[in-house]
């Protein structure tokens, strides 16, 4: 099945350029040129990425990420942003991104990280036949169910996006272990981040936000500084 892209854009030559490049490497590509279009689109979630430019008219991209997340749409987002600012990045991942790319791009770079995303967002679905001895993991309160793509804290569902998921899966797969954010790069997103380590603690801090007691003093998910992040408390499988 054709995966469906939506491209959002408010610069007719960038718009042209991606919808070119997506549509020749096989995908299905749908068009937007302003925040308010684009995320009455994506509200039904019937996309499975979403390309979406920081600067826009009605609706900035920040907005229509922050509101998508709030709606529970949990489609991965590939933010693009003309401004080589690390506050806009930082903030569009906290706000529910999965990526960002920094203009100008090359058409080649975008469609790597658009594989590299969907094919991280596929991995709980392929797992369900490899890994059906693993059907639920336990992190204190917190249950989750790998072949579900499913987490409960206290018997409550969480909301996660991809990226938290699998973050914190890949965390559960190495107990006790020190992993560094170069490690967690490589393994999560699947591709060299350009030594940009940052989208690893953004994600931290949020599965933190979601399962941690205490933030300031997190139980599960553990710094080591100058070095990385361990997950400490003890697991079981059942």
């Known amino acids: 099945m054709t995966q469906r892209i939506l491209i959002v854009d408010d610069e007719e030559s ?11 490497a096989g995908f299905e ?33 920040l907005e229509v990420c922050k509101s998508l997340r709030q709606l529970k749409v949990s489609t991965p987002i590939l933010m693009l942003t003309a401004k080589d600012d690390e506050f806009d990045k930082v903030l569009g991942l906290e706000l529910g991104a999965d990526d960002y790319l920094t203009k100008p791009f090359s058409p080649r770079e975008v469609v790597a990280r658009v594989r590299a995303i969907l094919r991280r967002s596929a991995v709980p679905k392929q797992d369900k036949k490899e890994e059906p001895e693993t059907s639920k993991v336990i992190l204190g309160d917190v249950h989750i169910y790998p072949e579900n793509y499913e987490i409960f ?5 969480l909301e996660l996006t991809p990226k938290e998921f699998e973050l914190l899966l890949y965390l559960t797969n190495h107990p006790g272990r020190v992993l560094t954010r170069d490690q967690l790069l490589n393994a999560v997103w699947n591709y060299e981040f350009v030594g940009d380590t940052r989208i690893v603690d953004v994600h931290i801090s949020h599965l933190r936000e979601k399962i941690e007691p205490n933030t300031k003093k997190p139980v599960y998910i553990k710094t080591v500084r100058g070095l990385g992040y361990k997950l400490e408390m003890p697991l079981r499988h059942e």
Not at 14 to 24: A, C, E, R, V
Not at 32 to 38: H, S
Not at 49 to 56: G, Y
């Open 14 to 24: 960038i718009l042209t350029l991606l919808q070119y490049n997506l549509d020749q």
């Open 29 to 61: 590509t749908v068009t937007a040129e302003d925040g308010k279009t684009a995320y009455d689109l994506a509200a039904d979630d019937s996309f499975d990425l979403i390309v979406l430019d920081l600067m826009l008219p009605e609706m900035d991209g």
């Open 153 to 157: 804290l206290h018997d409550e569902p």
